[in-house]
T-cell receptor, first 114, second 110 residues
Framework: KAGVTQTPRYLIKTRGQQVTLSCSPISGHRSVSWYQQTPGQGLQFLFE???????NKGNFPGRFSGRQFSNSRSEMNVSTLELGDSALYLC?????????????FGPGTRLTVL | GESVGLHLPTLSVQEGDNSIINCAYSNSASDYFIWYKQESGKGPQFIID?????DKRQGQRVTVLLNKTVKHLSLQIAATQPGDSAVYFCAGKTGNQFYFGTGTSLTVIP
């Protein structure tokens, strides 16, 4: 079974631009979560989608948004990029996101904002 | 707020020795925990998990211990190998959300 895939793997953008990241979950998984990983802050939860609906949201500004499609694939968008948005963005999937549902990560998208 | 933290940011062990990585969590309602391994340039890789109704769980060369009384869990790696060098972090789940520790960087000395 294929794992979680993320595209692109690397991105370089400039301040003020916007970016869209894509995530394809493991087949059969319907819950997709997004995280930002930086050296100083570790893994920070952005949001979780289940059945095309945002179910949970972390403490990030409205510039960060996402969506999920009927095939469970998810996209994350960051508008008006800032230097501090440079990070590894990780997508994770699980069957339903239930209490003891294991979560598996993709390889991440490395975003650099210049 | 809720927190999950690791005790040591770095750990060095000799090849063949056992490694112990510790993690503490703040919310007693956390009922599911996962240990992840992250190698440079890669996403976190699932190692082993444990539910709060268990004290111990064993995998291949790895054991996770959960002490709910002091809200502490540990990952033990037996006969540590160079390929075990990576950042390890724990994640605790409360409700539907995971909270992550910042990671312990394990270096295996040949």
């Amino acid at each position: 079974k294929a794992g979680v895939t993320q595209t692109p793997r690397y991105l370089i953008k400039t301040r003020g631009q916007q970016v869209t990241l894509s995530c394809s979950p493991i087949s059969g998984h319907r819950s997709v979560s997004w995280y930002q990983q930086t050296p100083g802050q570790g893994l920070q939860f952005l949001f979780e989608y289940f059945s095309e609906t945002q179910r949970n949201k972390g403490n990030f500004p409205g510039r960060f948004s996402g969506r999920q499609f009927s095939n469970s694939r998810s996209e994350m968008n960051v508008s008006t990029l800032e230097l501090g948005d440079s990070a590894l963005y990780l997508c994770a999937s699980s069957f339903t996101g239930a209490r003891t549902d294991t979560q598996y990560f993709g390889p991440g998208t490395r975003l650099t904002v210049l | 707020g809720e927190s999950v933290g690791l005790h040591l940011p770095t750990l060095s062990v000799q090849e063949g020795d056992n490694s112990i990585i510790n993690c503490a969590y703040s919310n007693s309602a956390s009922d599911y925990f996962i240990w992840y391994k992250q190698e440079s340039g890669k996403g976190p890789q699932f190692i082993i998990d444990i539910r709060s109704n268990m004290d111990k769980r064993q995998g291949q060369r790895v054991t996770v211990l959960l002490n709910k009384t002091v809200k502490h869990l540990s990952l033990q790696i037996a006969a540590t190998q160079p390929g075990d060098s990576a950042v390890y972090f724990c994640a605790g789940k409360t409700g539907n959300q995971f909270y992550f520790g910042t990671g312990t960087s394990l270096t295996v000395i040949p």
